[in-house]
T-cell receptor, first 111, second 116 residues
Framework: DQQVKQNSPSLSVQEGRISILNCDYT??????FLWYKKYPAEGPTFLIS?????DKNEDGRFTVFLNKSAKHLSLHIVPSQPGDSAVYFC??????????FGKGTKLTVNP | NAGVTQTPKFQVLKTGQSMTLQCAQD?????MYWYRQDPGMGLRLIYY?????TTDKGEVPNGYNVSRLNKREFSLRLESAAPSQTSVYFC???WGQGRGPGNTIYFGEGSWLTVV
């Protein structure tokens, strides 16, 4: 049972445009969500998080939106830069659950 | 500022061999974790240690053992390696187990393990 789903394995966008990465979750107990970014041959690094008491959290070029009724969150990157090319993991946590990760979406930003 | 350091970075094992992955963190974190990442899969939790002296199973613990040697160090042992354990292993740490920015999980750079 996949509790966190990232249905798009890959996404390609042009430099300067918006990147939108999507994530769905099934566990109603999840009340905290994170995005991690991973470059090849490196460990994941924390990018941004959001609590279920909010529907938006912004940090520079990165904004995460949470739609609790749809059990959906998205990460917006504006404007996208070639250095943003990486695998992005969505993760959820809540109740007695440890952090649960999605399978990741590989973002490629083309110059 | 090392953060989370894990060794070795690369290892090739024969089926049935044993080995230990070492991990140390210098952030004075209480909680430590071992994850594995396989192609097309997310990060899956193998074992974790909420605090020094405690360890608990995660999502995929079979075939592994762990030791929380002290507050800094958390090792992962494969007693009899199998090809299904070919993976990238990540050690991680956090201040605590709770939710929120204060308990963000920080990862090491990974250990690539191949079992032939």
């Amino acid at each position: 049972d996949q509790q966190v789903k990232q249905n798009s394995p890959s996404l390609s966008v042009q430099e300067g445009r918006i990147s939108i990465l999507n994530c769905d979750y099934t566990n109603s107990m999840f009340d905290y969500f994170l995005w991690y970014k991973k470059y090849p041959a490196e460990g994941p690094t924390f990018l941004i998080s959001i609590s279920s008491i909010k529907d938006k959290n912004e940090d520079g070029r990165f904004t995460v939106f949470l739609n609790k009724s749809a059990k959906h969150l998205s990460l917006h990157i504006v404007p996208s830069q070639p250095g943003d090319s990486a695998v992005y993991f969505c993760a959820g946590q809540g109740g007695s659950e440890k952090l649960v990760f999605g399978k990741g979406t590989k973002l490629t930003v083309n110059p | 500022n090392a953060g989370v350091t894990q060794t070795p970075k690369f290892q090739v094992l024969k089926t049935g061999q044993s080995m230990t992955l070492q991990c140390a963190q210098d952030m004075n974190h209480n909680s430590m974790y071992w994850y594995r990442q396989d192609p097309g899969m997310g990060l899956r939790l193998i074992y974790y240690s909420a605090s020094e002296g405690t360890t608990d199973k995660g999502e995929v613990p079979n075939g592994y053992n762990v030791s929380r040697l002290n507050k800094r160090e958390f090792s992962l042992r494969l007693e009899s390696a199998a090809p299904s354990q070919t993976s990238v292993y990540f050690c991680a740490s956090s201040w605590g187990q709770g939710r929120g920015p204060g308990n963000t999980i920080y990862f090491g750079e990974g250990s690539w393990l191949t079992v032939v």
